[in-house]
């Protein structure tokens, strides 16, 4: 625990702002300035993992930790350490279709879906209307019928349509009902949509889908034409390929003969020109990521100039990490953290940068993680920077420090808030505040430095949010939640084009404090006030925009 009061630690604080005048605030502005724009160019095309835009950034930072003093910690004495992970699956060349004498053309008269079985199968057609089987209802397509060996096909939408009051929206789960009709026998399994209210699956394959044991395909309305009749022969060929990609996390440490040592890291890959976390609507797009996170890359740099130099840190020694594969899921950290390149009973504690480039004028700065140790709780002590801290003390997020988390180690999260770009191509260089990425370097250093002689931290495990008890919903405003906003409803940071907010005219800064009849006070009661509602559904929302009470209906 620290054991400084409130004046010490502003006196160390004022300490170190003179010490870390090695490099002045405008050279170190510059510099991460330089970092971004670099990081965050269309060269480097959106640096999803396992691409070339990935290599270019891996090699660059590389250098950088090279030109500062670290020491290679990757593998085999490189600054790089190397994982392998399921990239996004591809259509191979041995797709075919054919009903009867009609040859199909893939992406014009049909589309494998992710769930598919990549295999050949000859078979017959069985038609169905909507492939449910529902005998509590009075509806069972199988009753009577031999799906055996049979291609099934039927609709995406139920006998009701696809509204919140049909009575069979318990069956509108289409991996439910393809996985029924391979229970009955089916050897393929064919969809279709007539129903102008019903949404196709996505063409897009996933790597987060798990196939099933069956061909799986969808045909476009110009493909239904060429179904033809029950009983016509059918032959599939669906050829989905699984490749395996590499990603490349970037290691360096300042060695100073300590046995704890201090982990900083950001990842450094995002979205490409899109992938799945995309919240953009429309042609392929180079995704920047200049505050997600060529931002926390910039910073934890800036960090190893200055810490390389401080003598007030030299109780730890620090391994940077910059991560890649975090868009798709902690793979660069949690890959780390199961093969690490240093033992990891040696780390003290770990400091994670993303999203720090967007500081605005309320000065707020969120911190998450802070019930993984005792020591956190005097984070509110230092006060360089001027932040107003929003903490959250759950050690499991969706950023890298989740995975030291997971491993005991105490592990914080520094994260300026989301904004309107967010996972979109908007998100670029010429928007990124630096004075408040420098702050946000002077306020980490003050804090390394009131913890330099404390020890090792004490961990503790945090109270998760239980999900089994988190509200429900199967209805979205399309929005982008401001998660450092402490007012009294939820303010919207973002907006997906198409979706029900913005399609209502709502806006960015928009409170919403009412939907439907449920006040919204916080993002608990905003996300059941969700709850409450089904697709198609439809319900006034009550927003404060600049002050003033508006309300917009909005249809789900």
Not at 516 to 525: C, H, K, Q, R
Request: aromatic content about 8%; proline content about 4%; some cysteine.
């Amino acid at each position: 625990m620290l054991k400084r009061t409130l004046f010490s630690a502003n006196l160390c604080a004022t300490a170190l702002t003179a010490s870390a005048q090695l490099m002045s605030d405008t050279d170190a502005r510059d510099q991460m300035k330089y970092d971004v724009q670099y990081l965050a160019s269309d060269l480097l095309e959106g640096r999803e993992t396992g691409t070339r835009g990935e290599q270019l950034a891996y090699t660059y930072i590389g250098q950088k930790f090279g030109s500062i003093g670290l020491m290679p910690y990757g593998d085999s004495a490189t600054y790089i350490q190397s994982f392998t992970f399921a990239a996004t699956p591809e259509l191979g060349p041995k797709n075919a279709m054919q009903v009867g004498r009609k040859k199909l053309v893939i992406h014009e008269d049909y589309y494998p879906l992710s769930s598919s079985a990549s295999n050949q199968v000859f078979t017959k057609l069985l038609r169905m209307e909507f492939g449910i089987e529902a005998p509590e209802l009075g509806r069972n397509e199988y009753d009577g019928v031999d799906a055996k060996d049979r291609a099934v096909a039927f609709s995406v939408s139920s006998p009701d349509g696809i509204h919140p009051h049909s009575k069979f929206v318990a069956y509108n789960d289409l991996r439910a009902r393809i996985d029924n009709a391979i229970k009955h026998g089916a050897n393929a399994v064919i969809l279709y949509n007539e129903d102008p209210n019903a949404d196709d699956p996505k063409e897009r394959l996933s790597a987060k889908e798990d196939a099933c044991a069956v061909p799986v395909i969808f045909l476009t309305k110009k493909g239904l034409q060429k179904l033809g009749q029950d009983g016509n022969p059918v032959s599939i060929s669906v050829d989905i390929q699984h490749p395996q990609r590499e990603g490349h996390n970037v290691v360096g440490l300042i060695d100073n003969g300590k046995p704890n040592v201090v982990v900083i890291g950001a990842h450094y890959d995002h979205l490409g020109f899109g992938d799945e976390g995309s919240l953009y609507r429309g042609e392929p797009a180079i995704h920047n990521g200049a505050d997600d996170n060529a931002s926390g890359v910039a910073a934890i740099l800036q960090l190893a100039r200055d810490l390389v130099e401080l003598d007030e840190t030299r109780a730890n020694s620090y391994l940077f990490i910059a991560f890649s594969g975090e868009e798709k899921g902690l793979y660069g950290s949690n890959y780390w953290t199961k093969h690490p390149t240093l033992p990891i009973e040696r780390l003290n504690y770990m400091i994670n940068l993303d999203m720090v480039g967007r500081v605005d004028t309320s000065n707020a700065m969120g911190i998450n993680g802070v019930g993984t140790s005792p020591t956190w709780t005097e984070l509110q002590r230092i006060k360089v920077g001027g932040f107003k801290l929003k903490t959250t003390d759950g050690g499991i997020g969706p950023s890298d420090h989740t995975s030291f988390y997971l491993q005991g180690i105490p592990a914080i999260h520094f994260f300026s808030g989301t904004h309107a770009d967010y996972h979109k191509p908007s998100d670029d260089e010429d928007k990124i505040n630096y004075d408040g990425m420098l702050r946000t370097v002077r306020y980490i250093e003050s804090l390394i430095t009131a913890l330099n002689d404390d020890g090792k931290l004490t961990f503790t495990k945090t109270q998760e949010v239980n999900t089994e008890k988190a509200p429900r919903f199967k209805v979205t405003l399309g929005v982008v939640p401001d998660y450092l906003y402490d007012g009294k409803g939820m303010r919207i940071d973002g907006l997906t084009d198409g979706k029900p907010a913005a399609n209502a005219g709502l806006l960015v800064g928009d409170v919403v404090v009412r939907i439907g009849e449920l006040e919204v006070t916080d993002m608990m009661s905003y996300m059941k006030a969700l709850g409450a509602f089904n697709k198609g559904d439809s319900a006034p929302v009550k927003v404060l925009r600049q002050g003033q009470e508006i309300e917009k209906q909005v249809t789900f």
